[in-house]
């Protein structure tokens, strides 16, 4: 066997030991989709309610903020809260947009690893072993792909309350800075 034979057959075992971490990798992402989807509906409902939570609780811990006679000027405190909160809005984004980037690359790996498989056994005539390949191959696309659609829309979504809530907590901040001179 030649070396370049003998790396071909070195690359299909390094390959094929990566075929169970990409499939578990590809599930535990369909898990966190169902998770980051079922927590989009219940926000979305409660928006569409008028609730929304996370930006009430932000505006009360402003109110408290503005109440509270800390040191330090009241512009500074507010904003602080403020970027603290937009930051721990966009991170929760940031997990969403790595799902988009990651499920379509572990969906494509978790087609080709099997597809060497199936044109093995295509090559030794193992019709069951092509066919069962095949389906894994194809499931993982599907599945890598619609990963990648859901998060795609429900950061599409997100992304937009994010930006309404933090104008408007900004707004909010300013009411309570003009509260505060008024009163001085």
């Known amino acids: 066997m030649s070396a370049v034979d003998q790396l071909r057959v070195l690359f299909h075992h390094f ?4 075929v169970w971490p990409v499939l578990l990798g590809l599930l535990g992402l369909v898990g966190a989709m169902l998770v980051a989807l079922g927590s ?4 979305f409902w409660d928006r569409r309610r008028g609730r929304r939570l996370s930006f009430e609780s932000a505006q009360r811990e402003l109110d408290r903020i503005a109440a509270a006679e800390e040191a330090g000027p009241l ?10 909160r937009e930051r721990e809005q ?10 988009v980037r990651v499920g379509p690359s572990l969906g494509l790996m978790g087609t080709l690893i099997p597809m060497a498989d199936a044109l ?12 069962s390949n ?34 408007a907590l900004a707004f909010h901040a300013e009411r309570l800075l003009l509260q ?3 009163k001085e």
Do not use: C, H, K
Request: glycine fraction near 6%; charge should be positive.
């Open 40 to 43: 989009f509906l219940r926000e």
């Open 75 to 84: 512009e500074l405190r507010l904003e602080e809260e403020l970027q603290r």
């Open 120 to 131: 093995q056994g295509l090559a030794e005539g193992n019709l069951p072993a092509l066919a």
């Open 134 to 167: 095949m389906v894994t191959a194809f499931a993982a696309t599907v599945i890598g792909l619609s990963i990648s659609v859901t998060a795609y829309l429900i950061a599409a979504a997100r992304e937009g309350w994010v930006r309404a809530d933090t104008q």
């Open 15 to 18: 390959a094929s030991l990566l």
């Open 90 to 99: 966009w991170r929760s984004l940031g997990r969403l947009r790595l799902a």
């Open 180 to 182: 505060a001179v008024r």
